[in-house]
């Protein structure tokens, strides 16, 4: 494989950026079942083109792209938990990660994966979460082959199908001398 260049995204990318999402859910969710006017459709599309700017724009998210000869082929976001009822202080969240359907299978996914652990440990947080189609097989093994568990949580997703959450324990993060002296004490 040529050499891939992953780098944080930036406003310029959104075009690429949105093109790779676009065709991973038409590859993902079109393998599902659902019709592709319901996966692409000019309401979503102006809500896709917000949605990834927001989070570019972010302090708090951090959003990749993974580029092989300058062109996108990979992307991924994350950043703290969506639902105000996880613990922020202890969990952080992937959104996101895509690969253009061509490039499956290439490690690109695994190393956007791998940047979003290195996210947990920059931020010191113990616990990933996320949230995968149900019937994205391929995903769901993905995430399964990286440490991901189900955690019994679910949400609606389109045509009467569901959004399973997983969570991935890693390490604990280190301890604050704080901490430390609090322990020794």
């Not at 570019?56 to 703290?80: F, W």
């Amino acid at each position: 494989m040529n050499r891939m260049e992953v780098r944080e995204a930036t406003l310029a990318d959104l075009d690429e950026i949105i093109d790779v999402h676009t065709q991973a859910r038409l590859a993902y969710y079109g393998a599902g079942g659902l019709a592709s006017d319901s996966i692409v459709n000019p309401t979503l599309a102006r809500e896709q083109r917000a949605g990834w700017a927001a989070a570019i724009e972010s302090p708090r998210k951090r959003v990749l792209c993974a580029a092989i000869e300058g062109r996108t082929v990979g992307i991924a976001a994350m950043g703290p938990p969506l639902s105000g009822e996880v613990d922020a202080d202890a969990v952080g969240q992937l959104y996101q990660i895509h690969v253009v359907p061509g490039r499956w299978g290439k490690g690109i996914g695994s190393r956007l994966h791998g940047l979003f652990v290195r996210y947990l440990e920059d931020v010191s947080l113990s616990t990933g979460l996320l949230e995968v189609w149900e019937r994205n097989k391929r995903a769901r093994a993905f995430y399964a082959r990286h440490g991901w568990k189900p955690d019994g949580e679910f949400r609606a997703g389109p045509d009467n199908s569901k959004y399973v959450s997983m969570r991935l324990e890693s390490s604990p993060p280190p301890a604050t001398s704080t901490t430390l002296h609090a322990r020794e004490a």
